[in-house]
């Protein structure tokens, strides 16, 4: 039997060389549901309560919107998640009730509404028999305050028309995502909606849905995932345009902040990156008019493939000597009522990244 075992071994090699060579991978085929979800359940946090309600939405995100379920992905959103919320669906901000009213006031004073009128809408009984303003002191979680604030607007007289742009609540759900994000995303939502979009941002399904789609929903070059954890935060392609600004500062020799805003979109005047990239005209060889249109790309991938992009990164490294970076944490400091101490757009990226590597030690 030794005799024919070195024919036996020949053989095998020649049908897996014959493999090799003829182009086609082996087909792997999808996991189904239930192996996704026990997949997320290996993957959660130990301490994670209802571990099986937390594995069927999100499995359920990824189904609908055809993302690829790999440890990868997967520890990607429960980063976020657990940065975010640390597994609460609804979780509860300190002091939001004077936060909440102080940037009521703040907007009131922006658009020149007086402070006496907000006090005396905000002393009107609602139907649970305390005041608005009790309410909106007792209130724990953003999912409280943006439904007091949704009966405010209905029940005050003019309140749509004075209160309707004040709601302090923007962003929602185990994943903070921005709830006017949410909206624009709402056409393929695979769940029955029986209230508003924004009332579902604060649901664990609609939270991780569209939390889902705004870290994994769109199509990047980058290396590594520290970058979507910082576009995350400051928006699609931040990463990616904040080396861009990179890249014209050094062409230029022009400072400019490094925080992904390509163009000004409240303005028709050209904005800092604008007039940089302007001042590199004729070494682009381009007219402002095209300058402006391919700067409009810079919330799409095309973006790269434009000429303005390819030629100021041309520039950059000859200036450089050496290529620079084609993605950068934004420099972008990050404001929000409920944020008491310095932070940045880095700093959130970094920590989610730490919560990243500790998923896939558990895979």
Same mark, same amino acid.
């Given at each position: 039997m030794h005799v024919y075992r070195p024919l036996a071994l020949l053989g095998a090699l020649l049908v897996l060389a014959g493999c090799a060579g003829s182009g086609s991978a082996p087909q792997v085929a999808?996991?189904?549901?239930? %192996? @996704?979800?026990?997949?997320?359940?290996?993957?959660? +946090?130990?301490?994670?309560?209802?571990?099986?309600?937390? =594995?069927?939405?999100? %499995? @359920?995100?990824?189904?609908?919107?055809?993302?690829? +379920?790999?440890?990868?992905?997967?520890?990607?959103?429960? =980063?976020?998640?657990? %940065?975010?919320?640390?597994?609460q669906v609804d979780p509860a901000v300190p002091g939001l009730g004077k936060i909440a009213r102080q940037e009521i006031d703040r907007r009131a004073a922006t658009v020149h509404v007086p402070a006496l009128l907000v006090s005396a809408a905000l002393q009107v009984r609602s139907a649970t028999g305390k005041s608005y303003s009790e309410r909106l002191a007792s209130a724990r979680t953003e999912k409280q305050l943006s439904a007091i604030f949704d009966d405010f607007i209905g029940m005050v007289p003019l309140g749509k028309t004075l209160f309707g742009t004040f709601n302090p609540v923007h962003t929602g759900g185990p994943m903070q995502v921005s709830i006017a994000f949410a909206e624009k995303q709402a056409r393929d939502y695979p769940y029955r909606v029986d209230g508003s979009i924004r009332q579902e941002v604060f649901s664990r399904r609609g939270g991780m849905y569209f939390g889902i789609a705004h870290l994994l929903g769109y199509p990047v070059n980058y290396p590594q995932p520290l970058y979507r954890f910082a576009d995350f935060n400051a928006g699609w392609y931040a990463s990616r345009n904040a080396a861009f600004q990179n890249a014209v500062s050094r062409a230029s020799g022009i400072a400019l902040a490094l925080d992904g805003d390509l163009i000004r979109y409240d303005s028709i005047m050209p904005g800092t990156t604008e007039?940089?990239?302007?001042?590199?005209?004729?070494?682009?060889?381009?007219?402002?008019?095209?300058?402006?249109?391919?700067?409009?790309?810079g919330d799409s991938l095309d973006f790269e493939k434009t000429r303005l992009y390819q030629r100021v990164f041309a520039l950059a490294d000859q200036a450089a000597g050496q290529p620079v970076p084609r993605q950068l944490l934004p420099g972008i400091e990050l404001k929000s009522p409920k944020i008491t101490r310095k932070l940045t757009t880095a700093w959130f990226a970094k920590r989610v990244d730490e919560r990243y590597q500790r998923c896939l030690k558990r895979g």
């Open positions: 999808p996991l189904s549901p239930a %192996q @996704v979800q026990a997949r997320v359940e290996r993957l959660l +946090p130990a301490q994670t309560a209802d571990r099986v309600g937390w =594995a069927r939405d999100i %499995q @359920v995100a990824f189904t609908a919107q055809g993302i690829e +379920p790999s440890t990868q992905n997967l520890c990607a959103v429960l =980063a976020v998640t657990e %940065q975010e919320s640390t597994f007039l940089a990239v302007r001042a590199l005209g004729k070494q682009l060889d381009m007219r402002n008019p095209s300058i402006r249109d391919q700067l409009e790309q």
